[in-house]
């Protein structure tokens, strides 16, 4: 029974040397070490074996340790720096070469003569309606076209109102 | 305080400041990266990459763990990638002792058992002796190493407890 806590008390005895022990096994450690000169043994041995190791193990660096640090730290700053440049200059050209190509092959392949013809479209249909319009006010009599231009007007002031109420609400809102 | 200042001060680009930190933490993130690979240059090169590392990444540091340990772990990490790439141990004979200057037979017990522990910690497995150098160098808390080597805390006691045993037994046959 004593052996079983003896060896399961090792791990308070170094938890104690590291400054890890809860007060509750701190207790327990100090009653048992009370009582039981083989772990107070195991103790000093241990507490021995620390200092050693903590001294022993810390060993002094070379001189030229930190110069270099700064000279590496420079080095790897001006490599990403070209790396990004690198990239960004790799990333537009070849966005610009497959643009171009892309462009070069739509002038080629597609035909796109239908661009030009509904832009002619669109105008001939302007000028239609232009030369209707003329044609109809040619032939109102000058009474009814004064009547049909008052009651335009007064559409348009009333459309302009209600369009200027709404924006002023909706900015007051 | 003094650390969250200087801190501060290295986020800010400081390079005085990084300095004074190089200066305080050489020897300990040395000792740290030396306990575990077991070689001066591989050491050296870790101690080098730990602080270039913390020069990039010190906007990371939340003030979570001490400073110290933060770049322990830093160093540790590497020096256990080293180990994994090198898939091996440097036997004790390539450490250099530091030659003795002043008191020379104190100095050559003291290289003495430095040797015979340095063979000890050198035969001890590869996660134990993470443990050791970590605890006796770095004074890294139990809760650091089990997080930074992704143990339970009773692992880490545990572990530790054998290494230890192992240290102990190692060294009752040889000067001790």
Known sequence: MMEKDCASLRELIWADIDKELSPEGQLELNMHLAICPDCREYRDEAQVLSVQLESCMLTDPPADLVAPVWAEIARRRNLRLARAVAITVGVMAFLGFSSGIILLWALKTLNLTWIPNLLSSFWNMIKVLGDSWLTVSEHLLDSYWLSLSVLTAINLAMLLRVIGFKSIKGGNA | ?176
Not at chain 2, 49 to 54: M, S
Not at chain 2, 73 to 86: E, G, Q, V, Y
Not at chain 2, 138 to 153: E, F, V
């Open chain 2, 1 to 176: 305080l003094l650390e969250e200042e200087m801190v501060q001060r290295i986020k800010s680009g400081d390079k005085a400041a990084f300095s004074a930190l190089m200066e305080a933490y050489q020897r300990k993130i040395y000792s740290v990266a030396l306990g575990i690979v077991r070689n001066p240059e591989d050491a050296m090169d870790i101690a080098q990459e730990t602080f270039i590392r913390a020069w990039t990444k010190i906007a990371s540091w939340r003030g979570d763990a001490s400073l110290s340990t933060w770049l322990c772990r830093i160093a540790s990490n590497l020096a256990m990638d080293t180990i994994r790439k090198r898939k091996r141990v440097l036997p004790m004979a390539d450490i250099e002792l530091s030659a003795a200057e002043n008191n020379l037979e104190a100095e050559v017990i003291r290289a003495e058992e430095k040797r015979a522990l340095d063979q000890a910690i050198a035969e001890l497995p590869e996660d134990y002796r993470c443990l050791v150098v970590l605890r006796h160098t770095a004074a890294m808390p139990y809760q650091d190493m089990a997080d930074m080597l992704g143990l339970s805390l009773s692992q880490v006691k545990n572990r530790l407890l054998r290494a230890r045993q192992m240290l102990k037994t190692s060294l009752s046959g040889g000067y001790k």
